[in-house]
């Protein structure tokens, strides 16, 4: 299973990359990474983005159960992480502050902030239903994806 991991976490930036690269609508591109980090990662049940408009996380492009359309800064392990500008990772939700459930069966959760000129933009979500899912594995290769992921808020 480790193996399996590194494997999928390695090759998730190229293959996001790849799946993105003749596209230029951002929705899409989001739609389909949400998808692609849902399949490629194992125990996730939300994979998705949340973008910042009027000072404030909407929800964006996921794969998973419904979730929370609105989120405010502040609120929540993504509101925090957008308003720290931080990556988050809880290995248990339930400990957490404030914790949002829009899943109850989510234990654990890594948020990863956006940026476009320092500014946050939107927030990259993974929830999985067991605790301490996120390792510094995940951690580093969605903190890159992420940078990466800024990229897509040029096309505006």
């Known amino acids: 299973m480790e193996e399996n991991l590194t494997m999928n ?3 998730l930036l190229d293959n996001a ?14 739609a389909n990474l949400s998808a692609l980090i849902m399949q490629s990662l194992p125990n996730l049940n939300w994979a998705g983005f949340y973008l910042m408009k009027e000072n404030e ?10 979730a929370c ?3 405010a800064l502040g609120k929540g392990v993504c509101g925090t992480a957008a308003l720290q500008g931080e990556c988050l990772v809880v ?3 339930h400990q957490f502050p404030g914790h949002i459930a829009c899943d109850g069966a989510s234990r654990s959760e890594i948020v990863v902030p956006i940026r476009l000129h320092g500014q946050v ?9 067991i605790p301490n899912r996120f390792g ?7 903190r890159e994806l992420g940078a990466w992921l800024s990229s897509l808020f040029e096309l505006d």
Request: hydrophobic share 45%.
């Open 9 to 11: 976490l390695e090759s």
């Open 17 to 30: 990359k790849a799946l993105c690269a003749q596209e230029t609508d951002r929705i899409c591109c989001l």
């Open 57 to 66: 996380l909407i929800l964006g492009p996921f794969q998973g159960k419904p």
């Open 69 to 71: 359309t609105h989120i």
């Open 91 to 93: 290995p248990d939700v």
């Open 121 to 129: 933009v939107a927030v990259l979500d993974l929830d999985a239903p």
């Open 136 to 142: 510094l594995q995940e951690e580093t290769i969605l």
